[in-house]
C-alpha cells in the first residue's frame, strides 16, 4: 500500500509539472502572437512608446483617448508626407485623433538626435523653405477660413498668402479652441532652414510660454504616427527605470515634472490588484477544492441544481424542443399500411 501511494504521489507530480510547461507553453505562444501582431500593425520596432511627461495632456487628470504620462502608445511607420495629417488638415477636415485635431507623431529630439527618449507631440503645420522669399510657405493654411488664422510675409506685412511668411497666429486654437497661438518662423529659421513639421504639445499651448516647439521636423526623423493607448501601465517602466528628467521620482508621485495624474495611479493599483490577485484567488480556490472534493461535489451539485431551475423557468430553447420531439415515441401514422380505415 505505501508502495502505491508514493507511486501515485509521484504519478500526480509528473501530471503537474506537465499542466504546468502546457500552460507555460500556451503562454509564449500568446505573447509571441501578440508580438507578431503588433510588428505587422506597426511596422516599427519596438512597437510602442512610453509616455514620460505632461506635455499631451488635457488638465490636470487623465483621460482615456488622450496622451497622459504613463501611457503605452503604439507607433506606426510613416513612409511618406501623405502618411501625417497636420492640425490645420484636419481642422479643416474635422479628422481628429487624441482629443484635438491631426495625427500626433513621434519623432527623434531635434535638439539630441541621439537620444534614446523619442518625443510625441502634434504636427501643426508641414512648411517648406522659400529661399526666394527668405521665409517659409505654409500651404496648409490655405485650407483653413482666413478668419482662422493671420500672417506676416518675411518683411513682417500682414499677409493673407501662406507663402513666404515669417510669423503666422492660429485663432481659435487649442484643445479648448480658446486660444491664440503665434508661430514665429524668424526664431525657427535661425535653428534650420529646410522642410518639415511645426510640432506643439497639446498641454504645452497651455503651460509654456513659447507654446509651440522651435524647430522643424523633417520626415526622415519621425519614428512614426501615435495609434491606439494602453493607459498607466507605463507607469510601471517609468518607476522601476527612472530617467534624469521627467516621470517618475518614485512610485505615486503627483509632482507636475516628476509625477503623474493621481487618477492614473489610483487606476493601474486597481488594475493590478485584478491582473494578479485574479489568478492567485482562483489558484487558492482550485487548490482548497482538490484537498476537500466533498466541497467541490455539493458546489457542483448546487450549481447544476441552478441551471435546471434557470432553465425550467425559461422554457426550453427551439434547438432543445426540437431534439426533445425527435427523441419521443412518434405516433403510428394513419396512412402506414394496414391503419388505412376501410370505406362503408
Known sequence: MALESETDDEEKRRQEWRRLGRDLLIVAILFGILLGGLFSYTRTWPPMVVIDSSSMQHGVESSIGVIDTGDLILVQAVSSRADITTYVEGRATAYATYGDFGDVIVFRDPDEPESPVPIIHRPIAFVHWNAS???????????????????????????????????????????KQDLSIAFDLNRILVRASEDGFLTMGDNNAYTTLTKSDLWVVPLPTILGRARGEIPWFGLLKLTLFPQQSGCCEAWGSTDPVRGAPANSWAALDVSLVLLFGTPILLATIDFYLDRHPDVRRRLRSRWDRFRRRIRSEKGPSPEEALRERDESPGEAKTNEPGNEKEGT
Open 133 to 175: 522669399a527668405g521665409g517659409y510657405d505654409v500651404p496648409d493654411l490655405a485650407l483653413l477660413p482666413s478668419t482662422d488664422w493671420s500672417a506676416l510675409d518675411a518683411a513682417g506685412r500682414p499677409t493673407t498668402n501662406p507663402f513666404g511668411l515669417s510669423a503666422f497666429v492660429l485663432h481659435r486654437a487649442g484643445w
